[in-house]
């Protein structure tokens, strides 16, 4: 699938980063939604130089802490050709399929679990962002007791788009950006399909170190839902 890319602005051409692609915003378009509602992504990046090829983007589901086997991804996308400056692209996914998760007991299905968003060039990964997903019943009776049997229709979610986990890897790109010695280190971490992670870094550019520094939970908790906080969007580079 392409998706129409938004070209917003030029960038002014005086920042030296490591990366020539810097995602500068992702937004949650409908968040808190239905469990079973589309996922409306609307992603801002920076190119500090054109590129050949497109960008790819995956989101991936998490479906088990214990084995990727369980990971749905959701949908992908292809956007481009991208000028330098800032661009703009929405991003919709469908829903994970019940009959694909590793269970559909209530006990297994309400809790916190992972997203993660994962952008690529010539087939290779360069950043992955991850979240936390809160599945609850917003009935109050339901939150300490709920039914034995899952009521999608009446299940939601909460994605913590405010507290992103940011993993960036090498990328050859089309030319090798110049390294400024004030540039920030890559971050020699990994964020995998399951969640975990270590040691991560802030991005080239800066950034909140609350923001990139908060480590994502066991991928899947055993809880009673209950209803997280959440904002619009954030930004994930200054």
């Known amino acids: 699938m392409v998706q129409e890319l938004t070209y917003l602005s030029n960038t002014n051409g005086n920042r030296s980063q490591q990366s020539i692609v810097n995602i500068r915003n992702i937004e949650l378009v409908n968040n808190p ?17 054109p590129l050949q090829e497109d960008l790819d983007w995956r989101l991936i589901y998490v479906g088990s802490a214990k084995s990727e086997d369980f990971d749905q991804e959701l949908d992908n996308c292809s956007v481009g050709p991208i000028p330098a400056g800032i661009n703009a692209f929405d991003f919709t996914a469908p829903a994970p399929a019940h009959h694909l998760l590793p269970s559909v007991e209530t006990e297994e299905i309400l809790g916190v679990t992972v997203i993660i968003i994962t952008a690529s060039y010539r087939e290779k990964e360069f950043v992955r962002v991850g979240y936390y997903v809160n599945t609850y019943y917003e009935e109050e009776e339901w939150k300490e007791n709920p039914p034995a049997t899952v009521q999608w229709d009446k299940l939601y979610r909460n994605v913590l788009i405010e507290k992103p986990k ?23 971490g990994t964020l ?20 990139f520094s908060a480590p994502l939970p066991p991928p899947i908790t055993k809880a009673s839902g209950q209803a997280a906080g959440g904002d619009d969007g954030m930004e994930l580079d200054q």
Do not use: C
């Open 166 to 188: 940011v993993t960036r890897f090498q990328n050859p790109w089309d030319t090798t950006p110049q390294v400024s010695p004030f540039d920030s280190q890559p971050a020699n």
């Open 192 to 211: 995998n399909a399951t969640g975990a992670g270590n040691g991560f870094g802030l991005p080239p550019s800066g950034g909140n170190p609350e923001m």
């Open 33 to 49: 939604a239905k469990f079973d509602d589309n996922y409306h992504f609307r992603i801002k990046f920076e190119a500090i130089a």
